[in-house]
């Protein structure tokens, strides 16, 4: 990427991290309303700032981009959904580009590069997560490099900090899927990546009542590329959904912490469940990136996944047992979700048994008990 840079108000501005989520994005005009309200409006009288919402935006946009282009370090561009984001980022490519995926990712970013490939829009090449030395060849070789860390579901952490300073072709793209760690966990841009990508839907929005994405960058020309995608592909973001993930970012901070206290504590216990036979998360010193994850990550995250005894039989069983945890799909929301991975369609290939949990902000003991009764009994099935 050859242009300018473009970073606007960061978090260090107010100090942490934790008092930027609160403070940014808010109107100071006096007699303004604290928050930015939801501006339902396609068009706006001419001669000023904004014309017509699809081109020009709304404040609600402008309040989420301001908010997570601070957690970030760059600018950032709201789209209508985390796929919407990613398939903009795509969509840069020349025709015949090739794309390094890793082997596990979500299975929307597979999808939309196996669509690709079999239009003969690009060449896709699928690299272990943790297979660094292929990612740094694939550095040197491929048109966009698409990384997601730690990995959906199987939760690998790939070397970010070794892959990102690696050598790249020439206006090739490295994109990172922040969505799992969230930038309170890891900052990619600061690593080096070109872009980096969070589903609004999840962590930021938090409540499982939106759909969003986010990407941002530093590159001027990157930036405006893709507010210019958004634009013309018509990936708006609604202004419900803005106002809403805003309201959600406002206590990102202490969902995240208390989710992630959760978690440990979960999967410390799941490793040593009778009924468990593997227990996924990175900061278990079982798990295989361990070592990776503690470099590189402020905390492990909300997520678990976890197999267990008796197949798919089994694990359905526990998903109708539970009482408090939610059997739904998604993730990074207040309540805590399950869902057998291997039931999603294109998740065939995972092993039949694989519940991947969302841990949410719920007292830990109630949601310990819930799981040991509902794996308890499910294996008497
Ligand atoms: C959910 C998710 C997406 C897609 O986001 P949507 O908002 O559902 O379009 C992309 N990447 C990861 C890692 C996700 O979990």
């Known amino acids: 990427m050859g242009s300018s840079d473009t970073t606007g108000p960061h978090a260090g501005d107010v100090g942490s991290i934790e008092s930027w989520l609160v403070s940014a994005g808010r109107d100071r005009r006096p007699g303004a309303p604290l928050n930015v309200s939801p501006c339902p409006a396609s068009n706006f009288v001419l001669g000023g700032q904004r014309a017509y919402a699809r081109d020009d935006g709304t404040r609600s946009w402008d309040a989420l981009e301001e908010i997570v282009g601070g957690l970030e370090g760059g600018s950032s561009v709201a789209f209508a959904s985390g796929m919407a984001a990613i398939t903009a980022i795509f969509d840069q490519l020349p025709t015949g580009a090739t794309v390094a995926l890793p082997d596990d990712c979500y299975q929307g970013v597979a999808g939309l590069a196996n669509a690709g490939q079999s239009r003969g829009r690009w060449s896709v090449h699928r690299i272990a997560v943790a297979d660094t030395a292929s990612w740094i060849q694939a550095c040197a070789e491929s048109d966009l490099i698409w990384l997601e860390s730690p990995s959906n579901p199987l939760l690998v952490v790939?070397?970010?900090?070794?892959?990102?300073?690696?050598?790249?072709?020439?206006?090739?793209?490295?994109?990172?899927?922040?969505?799992?760690?969230?930038?309170?966990?890891?900052?990619?841009?600061?690593?080096?990546?070109?872009?980096?990508?969070?589903?609004?839907?999840?962590?930021?929005?938090?409540?499982?009542?939106?759909?969003?994405?986010?990407?941002?960058?530093?590159?001027?020309?990157?930036?405006?590329?893709?507010?210019?995608?958004?634009?013309?592909?018509?990936?708006?973001?609604?202004?419900?959904?803005?106002?809403?993930?805003?309201?959600?970012?406002?206590?990102?901070?202490?969902?995240?912490?208390?989710?992630?206290?959760?978690?440990?504590?979960?999967?410390?216990?799941?490793?040593?469940?009778?009924?468990?036979?593997?227990?996924?998360?990175?900061?278990?010193?079982?798990?295989?990136?361990?070592?990776?994850?503690?470099?590189?990550?402020?905390?492990?995250?909300?997520?678990?996944?976890?197999?267990?005894?008796?197949?798919?039989?089994?694990?359905?069983?526990?998903?109708?047992?539970?009482?408090?945890?939610?059997?739904?799909?998604?993730?990074?929301?207040?309540?805590?979700?399950?869902?057998?991975?291997?039931?999603?369609?294109?998740?065939?290939?995972?092993?039949?048994?694989?519940?991947?949990?969302?841990?949410g902000i719920e007292a830990v003991e109630d949601l310990w008990a819930d799981l040991d009764r509902a794996l308890r009994v499910a294996v008497e099935v």
């Open 158 to 359: 790939a070397e970010l900090e070794t892959i990102c300073a690696a050598p790249r072709k020439p206006c090739a793209i490295l994109g990172v899927d922040n969505t799992f760690a969230t930038p309170l966990n890891q900052r990619p841009l600061a690593l080096g990546a070109d872009v980096a990508v969070e589903s609004v839907t999840k962590f930021i929005g938090g409540h499982s009542d939106l759909l969003g994405g986010v990407i941002t960058v530093r590159d001027s020309a990157l930036l405006a590329a893709l507010r210019q995608a958004r634009e013309l592909a018509g990936a708006t973001p609604g202004t419900l959904e803005t106002f809403l993930a805003v309201r959600g970012a406002r206590t990102l901070a202490v969902r995240l912490e208390r989710a992630q206290r959760n978690a440990m504590v979960l999967a410390e216990r799941l490793a040593d469940h009778p009924e468990v036979l593997i227990t996924r998360y990175p900061g278990l010193a079982s798990h295989a990136t361990h070592k990776a994850a503690r470099r590189q990550l402020k905390g492990f995250g909300t997520i678990i996944s976890f197999d267990i005894r008796g197949g798919a039989e089994a694990a359905d069983a526990v998903c109708a047992r539970l009482r408090l945890i939610q059997h739904a799909t998604s993730l990074g929301a207040v309540e805590s979700t399950i869902e057998r991975r291997a039931s999603v369609p294109g998740q065939e290939h995972l092993p039949p048994s694989l519940l991947r949990l969302s841990v």
